[in-house]
């Protein structure tokens, strides 16, 4: 499930204390991450308003949606900061969660077509948390739920189901290559009644 929502681009990070502070343009993809993702909770309509004072230039590539495998959702945004190409995808899916309910998520993605190895270590800063590389090279992901502005780890098992009927469970996946850096953040909403 979690490789079908990383075709999501999803960028927004909430600022907490010891956070790295703002870059202004030395780390791009950690400043688009933490302006367009974290700020607004990963809400798309936030990330939307978010788009519009934003000091990145940023059009609206396209929209499209589909019922299967699962019903999703995404907006692409082409971007451009400090010399930085980059892209943005928010979206929603749904996921089933056991037999009778389903969970909604949230997803922003920014994936940027530079080297972005300073903003890379930012990001992981402000994760503060040990990631699971194992799973596949260059690929680091991260299993937390938030608590006021701490994040804890969850490793599976029944922390992460209870922060999954919760609704305080998020996931974020970093892809570092040699020319290019790529964020994925979800939050997992409270499940509900499948209809």
């Known amino acids: 499930m979690t490789n079908l929502i990383g075709s999501f681009v999803v960028a927004t990070i909430m600022v907490s204390s010891g956070s790295p502070a703002s870059s202004k343009g030395a780390i791009p993809l950690y400043d688009a991450f933490n302006s367009l993702c974290v700020a607004t909770n990963t809400q798309p309509d936030l990330i939307e ?3 519009k004072v934003s000091p990145f230039k940023i059009t609206q590539r396209g929209s499209a949606s589909t019922a299967k495998p699962i019903p999703m959702s995404t907006t692409l945004w082409d971007m451009a900061y400090e010399g930085h190409k980059m892209t943005l995808a928010i979206g929603e ?7 009778t309910m389903v969970t909604n998520t949230q997803n922003c993605t920014i994936t940027s077509f530079s080297n972005e190895d300073a903003s890379i270590d930012a990001i992981r800063r402000w994760v503060g948390l040990p990631g699971n590389s194992n799973k596949s090279p260059g690929v680091t992901l ?8 701490s994040r804890i780890s969850l490793e599976g098992g029944d922390a992460e189901k209870i922060a999954k009927t919760e609704g305080r469970a998020w996931h974020i ?6 020319n290019m850096g790529s964020v994925m953040l979800t939050r997992y ?5 499948a209809r």
């Open 49 to 51: 308003k978010a788009i």
């Open 93 to 99: 899916s749904q996921e089933p969660l056991g037999t």
């Open 142 to 149: 991260y299993e937390f739920q938030m608590q006021g502005s």
């Open 173 to 178: 996946a970093i892809i570092n290559g040699q």
């Open 189 to 193: 909403l409270t499940p509900r009644l």
